[in-house]
């Protein structure tokens, strides 16, 4: 099962998804965000992690525009 995890850009304090799988120990998530602009070692700190769709969804829609509008697109596509 796919798990997202929110990361928050040192430099320029905007939050994007990183997208991995569930494992037995939790869940991992890819190096690059899900629109490439950002890498882990770019992470001030993560908002979730381990979140699933509908989850990252919400949390994302709350947050607002600070949330990264290429990453966030990825989770209403119809082509995951």
């Known amino acids: 099962m796919d798990a997202y995890t ?3 850009k040192k430099d320029t304090k905007e939050f994007h998804l990183f997208k991995g799988v569930m494992t037995p120990q ?3 998530s890819a190096v690059s965000s ?5 890498k882990n070692s770019e992470s ?3 908002v979730f992690t381990c ?3 509908n989850e990252a969804r919400t949390k994302c ?3 607002g525009r600070e949330v990264c509008g ?3 697109s990825h989770l209403y596509s119809t082509d995951n």
Not at 34 to 38: A, L, Q
């Open 6 to 8: 929110l990361k928050k």
């Open 26 to 28: 939790g869940c991992n």
């Open 34 to 38: 899900i629109c490439e602009k950002m």
């Open 44 to 46: 001030e700190n993560n």
């Open 51 to 53: 979140y699933n769709e």
């Open 61 to 63: 829609a709350e947050i």
């Open 70 to 72: 290429t990453c966030v």
